[in-house]
């Protein structure tokens, strides 16, 4: 969602401060003082003021040897407290609120020379409002840093000025200032709100305050996804969610912040706390369309993270199983096999197959790999046979591997899987080799390699094959194409004829 960083900026009129009577209050508040220079060693004998900003009364007091003056039976309201030694600039606090409570001030003595604070100074006062209006447009004109600087400005000679403090967070928050730029609303709310009881220059209409207060609430409500879009582009994911997090603390039937967690969280690879979030945006909102999409998306992106995650744990059990560590290995496929849909699980009961095998678990080896003929696709299902006929063969049991391959009759690929085998094994395993081609000739009589392959092979066995070997040979010579291999059947067949006498 995209946030507009100005939306709740109020137009605020820049204001002197004019203090109106309030009605008597209990004058039961306790204020505590501590004065004390730069290193925090307590000032002693600073004359210290405290005045209500409500009812314009004020009380002052020396601090003592510990740098505290005690005020007591205050009434209640609001007051600004400041405080002067020779050697020091003026100390100023605005402002603590006391309701028949005791509070605590530290006024910091900075060394300097005395002055007067801008509201003795009507001209202090003005300078303060010209540097908010220049900072307001420089702010307008988009020129950020001379904005900053100048309401910076204005706020260091008039520190009660709600309009400088708010709009000094607002000039903050688009250079991502996030930290300081919180700081300056919570204050400006503060101030505001302690204003809007004690000031009213227009008494007719809204007061001011009141919109600087409304404003600070709202762009501190809205901080948070300023924060996240910010996190966002720095595809900081995690930081985008948590974010979004306290956005929905603070609207939580806003379904875009729940649709924006989702998409972040999937980002992160949090897939299923994503889908919690989209669920949510769902049940707010659920005729919007978009948030369907985003659900596909999202469990598309997670079935294809463990997927992702399943091949690699995969991979890990077939270097253990290939360097000889079936028991390891079995227990890698089994894991990757509890994180994949059975439909997909083919390649894994392949392998769970072989390594079974290796632990001579026969049983438990044939049942895998029939299952992973069973899932297979047919993209990968002659693979798994012929790991299934593999496994047959190691054990030398050449009809069982050949009926894996054979199971239909029909099929071109079992016709030239077994080609293949034959001619894999013809040297290790001969008789496999045999016994795989007369299956093919069963399959295709009209096989001329296979005629001829399987003749050389009994011509190999000897003479006590002779009659086969004649038989083989002389069908490839009435349906065999390559001359090579014709004469190759001639050279055979006058040999055989020869020992056959």
Known sequence: MKINSFKYLACFVSLSIVFLALPGQADNGTLLVK?????????????????????????????????????????????????????????????TVLKGSTESVTLTFAAGEDKKLYFEDPAEMQRANSMLQLGLDAFKQNKLPEAEKLLAQSIEINPSLAEAVYYYGAVLLPQGKFDQSEEMFVRAEKLADILKTTVSPNPSGTNPYELVSQGAKAQLKQLPLYKAEQAVRQKNYDLAAKEYAEAIKNDPQNSEHHY???????????????????????????????????????SARKENAMLEKAQSIMNEGNKLLQNGNAAEALKKFEESRSMVAEDKQGP??????????????????????????????????????????????????????????????????????????????????????????????????????????????????????????????????????????????????????????
């Open 35 to 95: 004065c004390v220079d730069a290193s925090g060693t307590p000032v002693q004998n600073a004359k210290v003021v405290a005045l209500n900003v409500g009812t314009e009364k004020s009380k002052d007091k020396k601090s003592d040897a510990q740098g505290s003056a005690e005020f007591t039976k205050l009434d209640d309201g609001a007051y600004r407290v400041f405080g002067r030694k020779d050697g020091f600039a003026p100390a100023l606090h605005e402002f």
């Open 260 to 298: 924006n967690r989702a998409v972040v969280l999937s980002n992160a690879g949090k897939h299923d706390e994503a889908l919690a979030s989209i669920d949510k945006a769902i049940q707010l909102k659920p005729e919007q369309a978009a948030y369907a999409d985003v659900k596909a998306r999202i």
């Open 348 to 501: 894994l009961w392949s392998q769970i197959g072989k390594a079974y095998a290796n632990l001579n678990q026969r049983d438990e080896a044939i049942a895998a790999f029939k299952k992973s003929i069973q899932l297979a696709s047919e993209k990968n299902a002659a693979d798994f046979r012929k790991a299934f006929a593999q496994f047959y063969i190691d054990a030398k049991e050449y009809d069982e591997a050949i009926g894996v391959l054979a199971e239909s009759s029909a099929s071109s690929n079992t016709e030239q899987a077994l080609l293949e085998l034959a001619k894999t094994w013809k040297n290790k395993e001969p008789n496999f080799a045999i016994a795989a081609l007369e299956k093919v000739i069963g399959i295709n009589p009209q096989n001329d390699d296979a005629y001829f392959d399987l003749g050389q092979l009994y011509y190999i066995e000897g003479k006590s094959k002779d009659s086969r070997t004649k038989e083989l040979l002389t069908k490839y010579l009435e349906i065999g194409k390559d001359q090579e291999k014709i004469q190759g059947a001639k050279d055979m067949l006058v040999i055989v004829n020869k020992r056959s006498k």
